[in-house]
C-alpha cells in the first residue's frame, strides 16, 4: 500500500472511446502528477498540479485532459487516443515545506488503446 | 534544465555480490537524489535518498553516495538477493522543482 491508489489498474479502449484514469492519494499531500512510462522511453512528466492549479503541462496533446477538483483527488480524461499512447499511466503526489520534494507513486494504470 | 544520466542500462550479478548504478546531473544547484525501484507491473518505490548536506547515507543493504563536485552520486547494493531484481531509477531536483529522472537500470539478481 503507497498511499495512491489508481483505478483502473487495466484499461483497453478503442480509440473512438472516451474513458477516465482516477488517483487518490492519503497522504496529506497538495501536490499530485501524471507520468507516463512507455517501453521505449523513460519516465515522461505529464502535469503537476499544485494545491489544485495546473502548474506544469509538459506539451501533452489536447487528448489527454487532467482534472484536479481537490488536493487528494486526481483524474485524467482520455478521448481520441492513438495506438502509440499505450502505455502505463503513473499517479504521484508529494509534500511541500523544507522537507525537499519526495514524490510517492501509485501502482498505475496500464492502458492498451486498440 | 536538469539533465540526468544513468549507467548502466542493464545489470546481471549473481546473488551475493554487489552492485553499483551510477548518475550524473547537470545542475549544480540541485540538492536532492532519490532512488526508486520498480518491480514488474508495479509502479517505482523509493527506496532510499540523499540530500546535498550529506555524502553518504546507508540503509541496510542499501548505501547512496554523492559527489556534489563531480556531480555525480551512486547506490550501492551489497549482497544482493534475488528479490532486488527491478529497474533502479535515480532522479534530482533543486528546491521546489519537480524531479528529473535517469532512464533506468534494470538489475537481474541470478540465484
Known amino acids: 500500500e503507497t498511499g495512491v491508489t489508481q483505478t483502473p489498474r487495466h484499461l483497453v479502449m478503442g480509440m473512438t472511446n472516451k474513458k477516465s484514469l482516477k488517483c487518490e492519494q492519503h497522504?496529506?499531500?497538495?501536490?499530485m502528477y501524471w507520468y507516463k512510462q512507455s517501453a521505449k522511453k523513460p519516465l515522461e512528466l505529464m502535469f503537476v498540479?499544485?494545491?489544485?492549479?495546473?502548474?506544469e503541462n509538459n506539451s501533452v496533446p489536447s487528448r489527454f485532459s487532467p482534472e484536479c477538483p481537490n488536493s487528494s483527488h486526481l483524474f485524467l480524461h482520455l478521448h481520441t487516443l492513438q495506438p502509440e499512447d499505450s502505455a502505463l499511466y503513473l499517479c504521484?503526489?508529494?509534500?511541500?515545506?523544507?522537507?525537499?520534494?519526495?514524490?510517492?507513486f501509485g501502482e498505475g494504470s496500464w492502458l492498451t488503446v486498440v | 534544465g536538469e539533465n540526468v544520466e544513468q549507467h548502466p542500462s542493464t545489470l546481471s550479478v549473481q546473488e551475493g555480490d554487489s552492485a553499483v548504478i551510477k548518475c550524473t546531473y547537470s545542475?549544480?544547484?540541485?540538492?536532492?537524489f532519490p532512488w526508486y525501484k520498480q518491480e514488474l507491473g508495479k509502479g517505482p518505490q523509493l527506496i532510499i535518498d540523499?540530500?546535498?548536506?550529506?555524502g553518504e547515507k546507508k540503509d541496510q543493504r542499501i548505501a547512496v553516495t554523492l559527489n556534489k563536485t563531480a556531480k555525480h552520486f551512486s547506490l550501492h547494493i551489497t549482497e544482493t538477493q534475488p528479490e532486488d531484481s527491478a529497474v533502479y531509477f535515480c532522479?534530482?531536483?533543486?528546491?521546489?522543482?519537480?524531479?528529473?529522472f535517469g532512464k533506468g537500470t534494470m538489475l537481474l539478481v541470478s540465484p
Open positions: 540523499i540530500r546535498s548536506n550529506v
Open positions: 504521484a503526489s508529494s509534500g511541500q515545506g523544507n522537507m525537499g520534494n519526495t514524490i510517492y
Open positions: 497522504l496529506g499531500h497538495n501536490a
Open positions: 498540479y499544485s494545491l489544485e492549479e495546473r502548474v
Open positions: 532522479a534530482a531536483s533543486r528546491g521546489y522543482s519537480t524531479l528529473t
Open positions: 545542475d549544480s544547484a540541485s540538492n536532492y
